[in-house]
């Protein structure tokens, strides 16, 4: 089983639709959450973190952390054709915090 | 600040031979992470140092790779002898010292493009 597991998509979208990307992670002692959008041929950016059960909002991103279910959302309001990335979900170790776990990334197609 | 630079962008080289990468942290940074990204594994943690010293390296493949920080400002990572399976994406990212058991953001280099013929 892999720490991380993302679908793979590609999930497609509508311009101006509400995308939402799903993860779960296998380490229920996990206690920091990222999500980053990688374009092609680029490297990971950092779109926002999340420590805690709940909700976490940054502008049109929306964080959603559920530790008993062990499984982080990510969801993009009002989707733009330049939200179209690969965005990975990263979990760290329980027992060494600093190691991360990618998924392999849901690849998303924002259509005009 | 000019974040995580990596030399060289793109390497193309053949089977056997040596092939080093460069990478440079954010200043002030405590932490700095060496990955590998292909289509079929996606990102791969193959090591990372804390000051300067490995903390884990059981990413590493295999003993043809090897990685050194001789200082807080570069980090190398080599590969010798080289084999086509390890073509792909090698990305440097840096993060700074975390104030919680958390763990912190890792940022990330521009990568090299390895191409092993």
């Known amino acids: 089983q892999k720490e991380v597991e993302q679908n793979s998509g590609p999930l497609s979208v509508p311009e101006g639709a509400i995308a939402s990307l799903n993860c779960t992670y296998s380490d229920r002692g996990s206690q920091s959450f990222f999500w980053y959008r990688q374009y092609s041929g680029k490297s990971p950016e950092l779109i926002m973190f999340i420590y805690s059960n709940g909700d976490k909002e940054d502008g049109r991103f929306t964080a959603q952390l559920n530790k008993a279910s062990q499984y982080v959302s990510l969801l993009i309001r009002d989707s733009q054709p330049s939200d179209s990335a690969t965005y990975l979900c990263?979990?760290?170790?329980?027992?060494?915090?600093?190691?991360?776990?990618f998924g392999s990334g849901t690849k998303l197609n924002v259509k005009p | 600040d000019a974040g995580v630079i990596q030399s060289p962008r793109h390497e193309v080289t053949e089977m056997g031979q040596e092939v080093t990468l460069r990478c440079k942290p954010i200043s002030g940074h405590d932490y700095l992470f060496w990955y590998r990204q292909t289509m079929m594994r996606g990102l791969e943690l193959l090591i990372y140092?804390?000051?300067?010293?490995?903390?884990?390296d059981s990413g590493m493949p295999e003993d043809r790779f090897s990685a050194k920080m001789p200082n807080a400002s570069f980090s190398t990572l080599k590969i010798q002898p080289s084999e086509p399976r390890d073509s792909a994406v090698y990305f440097c990212a840096s993060s700074p010292l975390s104030g919680t058991s958390g763990g912190e953001t890792q940022y990330f280099g521009p990568g090299t493009r390895l191409l092993v013929l």
């Open positions: 990263a979990v760290n170790s329980l027992y060494n915090f600093n190691k991360f776990y």
């Open positions: 140092f804390n000051n300067n010293v490995p903390i884990d």
